[in-house]
């Protein structure tokens, strides 16, 4: 009996230690899952996040863009104030450039205008020595001949684009989409610690384009973008001791190269995980295909690890008839390291949103800007000609802004876009109705199935004249007022995008010449011909 007794402990403690095993391998394989997808979302939501934060700093061409597009003729201190202006905005923005395309018989009238502003200005171009030198002679030149911040960049002043082929190339890229493209990564000059950063470049074109984009080509907006700054802004304390991150440039397979990296603090000796190496497309955009690269050291996963799995090896072996209660205290235990994870993808997510909604919204005034316009707008169109409804778009530009800015200052001038794109947007009454900021002193409204737009094109201007902002120096009267113009047709068939666009530049061309403060519109009818549109 004893032996008897001494054999059914001897078995019971040995299934009993076999079972309370298997429960702690179970528990420690669940444990490690769980936090394998903890890592994996949250370097999921960095990509995310990263992508949308170079988005967003690539508003800052396209908010240069469209002060070229409003103004003929740049000056250097314009261009100092407006590029200032917008990298206060984007801080994440190194440098903004003006690289015009300057044809070899002009080669000497631009450096002798470039000497204006920057004293010994001259093409120049790198040499093999690694110095700068005059820029060799070719049949075009990209000089770089605004630039902003112009302390410790001045010697990129000058400098020919066209004499290094890989800018050529990024050059090439944006001339043949028409859009902006990012450059390979470059050691940033601004920075002491041999930053990468990438170039944007985005071209402007002369108005009509001529069947040669390049013939069409005025230059190109650069902005150069700190690649780490922007990825610092999403980084988290403590992370420098649990993941090392790299960012890679794989647009070229066979050559990809670090735009980003950072290892563990201090050069910690923790052991990498790499079998839990992962890997996220950041990006596919502009030209470039980033991807972000991750491992986690030993100690990222010993950090969020529990007892749970001891505790539960251990009890088990103690009294085998409590591993039941000891396993559902680790699913509570693992229910709650789930909900803080829910908890983290939420705040992830709602910092998503907000950069989701600041690269649709113009910071200023809160409304919508140029580029979720042209996508709204797009989309509206295509919607009215497949159902064959009709569609208006008005363009309001707001009188002699340039002397209200020299008059009472740039803060009042911003006060007074914010207070029209209010009252603009207090006018509208549907909510298909959309309203944005597509340059300087330009708004546009996009009336969805409207025949009536005159109607609200004058309800618009009557309520800007009502709240009398004060503009002495109006030559007409002494208040903030608009031009207004409108298209509106009827039907959409033979129409694009662009040009029912170009009929309401038109609009609001004839009623700058009307003498400002009025409201010319163009009707599109169906029966009629174009070339018989009327004024309203």
């Not at 201190?77 to 690289?99: C, G, M, P, T």
């Not at 563990?264 to 470039?288: C, E, F, H, W």
Request: hydrophobic share 40%; glycine share 6%; with cysteine.
């Amino acid at each position: 009996m004893g032996k008897r007794l001494y054999r059914i402990t001897l078995i019971s403690a040995i299934v009993g230690l076999v079972i309370s095993s298997v429960f702690f391998w179970l528990f420690y394989q669940v444990e490690t899952k769980n936090i394998e997808r903890e890592f994996q979302d949250e370097i999921n939501d960095k990509a995310l996040s990263y992508y949308k934060g170079v988005k967003f700093n690539l508003e800052s061409v396209y908010s240069l863009k469209a002060h070229f597009d409003n103004n003929e003729i740049i000056s250097a201190s314009s261009f100092a104030d407006e590029a200032a202006y917008i990298l206060s905005r984007h801080n994440k923005v190194q440098a903004l450039e003006w690289i015009p395309r300057v044809p070899h018989s002009e080669r000497s009238q631009v450096e002798a205008q470039g000497k204006a502003h920057f004293e010994g200005y001259q093409f120049t171009e790198r040499l093999a020595s690694g110095v700068m030198g005059p820029a060799t002679d070719r049949d075009y030149y990209y000089p770089v001949f605004y630039l902003e911040p112009l302390e410790t960049n001045e010697v990129v002043m000058g400098y020919d684009l066209n004499s290094n082929s890989r800018r050529r190339e990024v050059m090439q890229r944006a001339i043949a989409s028409g859009d902006v493209q990012l450059s390979e990564g470059i050691g940033l000059i601004q920075s002491d610690d041999y930053r990468i950063g990438v170039l944007s470049l985005l071209p402007l074109f002369n108005t009509p384009m001529m069947a040669n984009r390049e013939e069409s080509l005025r230059g190109f907006i650069l902005g150069v973008f700190d690649v780490e700054s922007i990825f610092s802004a999403i980084y988290r304390g403590g992370e420098d001791q649990e993941i090392v991150i790299k960012l890679w440039d794989a647009t070229i397979p066979a050559n990809k190269s670090i735009l980003f990296s950072r290892d563990l603090k201090n050069g910690s000796p923790d052991i990498l995980l790499n079998q839990y190496r992962y890997t996220r497309s950041v990006m596919n955009y502009a030209g470039r295909r980033w991807v972000l690269e991750a491992i986690p050291s030993a100690q990222y996963f010993s950090s969020r690890r529990t007892h749970t799995p001891w505790w539960v090896f251990i009890v088990g072996n103690v009294f085998f008839g409590l591993s039941t209660w000891f396993a559902f205290v680790a699913a509570r235990q693992n229910e709650d390291m789930q909900s803080d994870l829910d908890n983290k993808n939420a705040q992830l997510n709602e910092v998503n949103e907000k950069l989701e909604r600041l690269t649709k919204t113009d910071p200023l005034t809160g409304i919508a800007n140029r580029r979720y316009f042209d996508e709204y707008y797009e989309l509206e169109f295509l919607r009215s000609k497949r159902e064959s409804k009709p569609l208006a778009l008005l363009i309001f530009d707001i009188d002699f802004f340039k002397q209200f800015n020299d008059t009472y200052g740039h803060q009042a001038g911003d006060r007074c876009l914010r207070l029209v794109a209010s009252e603009l947007e207090r006018v509208l009454k549907r909510p298909a109705d959309r309203i944005a900021r597509i340059g300087g002193e330009e708004f546009a409204v996009l009336l969805p199935n409207t025949t009536n737009g005159e109607v609200v094109a004058k309800q618009c201007k009557s309520a800007i004249e009502r709240i009398a902002i004060e503009h002495k120096t109006a030559k007409h009267l002494k208040i903030v007022t608009v031009s207004v113009g409108m298209v509106s047709a009827s039907k959409l068939d033979g129409q694009t995008p662009d040009s029912l666009f170009n009929f309401a530049d038109s609009a609001l061309y004839q009623a700058k010449s009307a003498g400002r403060n009025a409201v010319r519109c163009i009707k599109i009818l169906p029966e009629v011909v174009p070339e018989l549109e009327t004024l309203c």
